[in-house]
């Protein structure tokens, strides 16, 4: 199988890391994987402020590393970003090579459960707490896990990943699939609610005496980890692929 790697701006810039790790881990899986040098941003920012027209922009860039590939998938890893191509990437005619692209957009938990339907990770150990978060645009978007408001079968694909690893322990907070308040430009445009999700957040970890919060989706888990550092919580945050590669961390 071939796939293209989708690294979102912010994970390029602040986390090269999860990149690393998810190319690592993709490619261990006997996965074939190429990398668009030019790739930027996907234009969720622009397109979250309705500015259609610098997102046309920022969209063109994305489809022209993207469109013409032969590859089978393409994998993201975060949650927030495939969602914007998956779901709004619409700035641009949709031409028949920009719908195929965006069909074949996938993020990365997505892709081990549901196409490489992989299932047992226990040659890695992780001997700690964790807490899962799955972010708003993962659960309500792409539906990775089910939704506490919803009358539906509890499910969590990012939990069936991480269960199988040697020595890890998941704790299940009391709101765990409450919004931790990033919501990209809104921490910036309402940053006293922000701040005040992500306090809630940071205490119902706490209370249960988590030493990680594991997620497939960076952006939630800086916003998180602000707050973390600021209070002192003592709290670490790592994105699921570096469980799953075994590192780097």
Request: charged letters at 25%; aromatic letters at 8%.
């Amino acid at each position: 199988m071939k796939v293209a790697l989708f690294v979102p701006c912010y994970i390029d810039l602040i986390f090269p890391e999860v990149a690393i790790a998810t190319l690592e881990l993709l490619e261990k899986l006997d996965v074939e994987v190429i990398v668009p040098l030019n790739q930027t941003c996907c234009g969720q920012p622009t397109a979250n402020e309705g500015d259609q027209k610098n997102s046309a922009k920022i969209e063109q860039v994305f489809a022209d590393n993207f469109q013409d590939l032969e590859v089978d998938y393409i994998v993201g890893p975060a949650g927030s970003c495939v969602k914007q191509v998956k779901q709004h990437f619409d700035a641009i005619p949709q031409t028949e090579k920009v719908t195929a692209m965006r069909a074949k957009t996938i993020e990365l938990v997505e892709f081990l459960v549901d196409v490489l339907q992989v299932k047992d990770f226990s040659q890695i150990s992780f001997p700690h707490t964790i807490a899962i978060h799955n972010s708003c645009s993962s659960i309500r978007g792409l539906h990775i896990s089910s939704r506490s408001e919803w009358m539906e079968p509890r499910f969590n694909k990012t939990e069936e990943l991480l269960s199988s690893v040697s020595g890890i322990t998941i704790e299940h907070i009391d709101r765990p699939d409450e919004c931790c308040g990033f919501g990209g430009t809104f921490c910036v445009t309402d940053e006293a609610v922000s701040a005040k999700m992500g306090q809630d957040k940071v205490a119902d970890y706490r209370r249960h005496h988590i030493e990680y919060v594991v997620s497939p989706d960076m952006s939630c888990l800086m916003h998180q980890k602000g707050i973390s550092d600021k209070e002192n919580a003592g709290l670490k945050f790592v994105h699921i692929a570096q469980i799953l590669n075994n590192g780097p961390f």
